[in-house]
């Protein structure tokens, strides 16, 4: 699917999604990936997305966030409860969602000038 309606004033815009790629500006990415406004990281996220854990969290410093979308695959997988309560904690609760979802909702929320950080599995 094009997303490439975007009024995202950042440097990174999710372009398109398939299952197994993202495109993000012109870069096709087919492991997990961190993507927000300003900032795109790859290598630091687990393989399965059950594998994230709190540390990681605070590292990718999700409460600097107004959003934090996870996009777990093709179908939508929620981590554990404990992780989702982590999160909330933090004070950047977690919205989960199959990728495709996701990264509808990062274009809508980043052309918004919203503060938003993805980690999507491809």
């Known amino acids: 699917m094009d997303l490439s309606l975007d009024n995202n004033t950042g440097s990174y815009k ?40 709190k540390e990681l ?3 990718l410093k999700i ?5 934090v979308i996870l996009g777990t695959g093709k179908n939508q997988q929620f981590p554990s409860w404990d992780l989702l309560e982590q999160a909330q904690m933090m004070g950047t609760p977690l919205e989960v969602m199959a990728t495709d979802a996701a990264c ?3 274009t809508i929320l980043a052309s918004d000038g919203r503060k938003v950080l993805a980690l999507l599995y491809p």
Do not use: K
Not at 24 to 36: C, L, S
């Open 14 to 53: 999710i372009r398109s999604y398939s299952p197994g790629s993202i495109m993000i500006n012109d870069a096709t990415y087919q492991d997990p990936i961190v993507v927000g406004l300003d900032v795109l990281r790859e290598n630091v996220l687990p393989v399965d997305s059950s594998e994230l854990n």
């Open 63 to 67: 409460s600097d966030y107004e959003v």
């Open 104 to 106: 509808r909702t990062f």
């Open 57 to 59: 969290l605070e590292e």
